[in-house]
């Protein structure tokens, strides 16, 4: 029977503070979770993390973007410093961890989530003095639990802010494409309703003398605006 812990995943929104070549941003806050659990920042072990502190995309193990460079505890959160891994010599195209690195910088994206196993003890359902603490909706809470690794949320992208970066082509828009799909390059249908006035009447049946460009207008604004 398999009885190694599963997996678990908290995301936080968090504020990335760019620097040189990377962010520092908090990773998990004692705080309860859409889930209803708590994960105590005091009960962490990171001693297996750090023998390889790859930071990932999206908990995607095939998109490593750089490593955790420092982790600083405090009472009620942890806050670490990361780099992004630099392009390669020679490397030719579009590098993702650049593109990573611009949408933090841009302010697109600003969340981070950690994965984590609750270690041996570490797992207690809510006492009295824990709903008092986090509130009722609470119903676990993990004291003591082991960090696998760290990832960069695109849960919390801003999406008017990588439409805006990808405008400036300070994103680009293949890379938005694909890892945001629905966001950028749709189109947005506007209905806008003009009253049948004698005038408007009047001139949407002037017929030549009015110009091309003037009939298209009158139909766009009387139909549908794309």
Not at 89 to 100: K, L, M, Q, T, W
Not at 187 to 212: C, M, N
């Amino acid at each position: 029977m398999n009885t190694k812990p599963q997996t678990r995943r908290k995301a936080l929104p968090a504020d990335m503070t760019p620097t040189g070549n990377g962010f520092t941003a908090t990773i998990t806050t004692a705080a309860l979770d859409r889930d209803g659990e708590v994960v105590i920042p005091q009960g962490m072990d990171a001693t297996e993390y750090e023998t390889n502190p790859v930071l990932f995309w999206s908990h995607d193990y095939n998109l490593p973007i750089g490593k955790c460079v420092g982790l600083t505890r405090a009472d009620s959160r942890i806050v670490g410093d990361f780099e992004i891994a630099t392009r390669p010599g020679g490397f030719e195209g579009a590098y993702f961890p650049e593109f990573v690195a611009s949408l933090i910088a841009q302010g697109v994206v600003k969340g981070v989530s950690i994965g984590y196993v609750p270690a041996e003890g570490g797992t207690r359902r809510a006492t009295v003095d824990d709903r008092k603490r986090f509130g009722d909706s609470v119903h676990t809470v993990y004291s003591k639990w082991k960090l696998l690794e760290v990832s960069v949320a695109p849960l919390q992208a801003n999406p008017e802010a990588l439409i805006t970066a990808v405008s400036k082509g300070a994103v680009s828009r293949d890379m938005a494409r694909k890892y945001f799909p629905g966001v950028v390059g749709r189109r947005v249908s506007v209905s806008i309703s003009i009253p049948e006035t004698p005038w408007v009447q009047s001139v949407a049946k002037s017929g030549p003398i009015l110009s091309d460009a003037v009939r298209r207008e009158i139909r766009r604004a009387r139909g549908v605006v794309r």
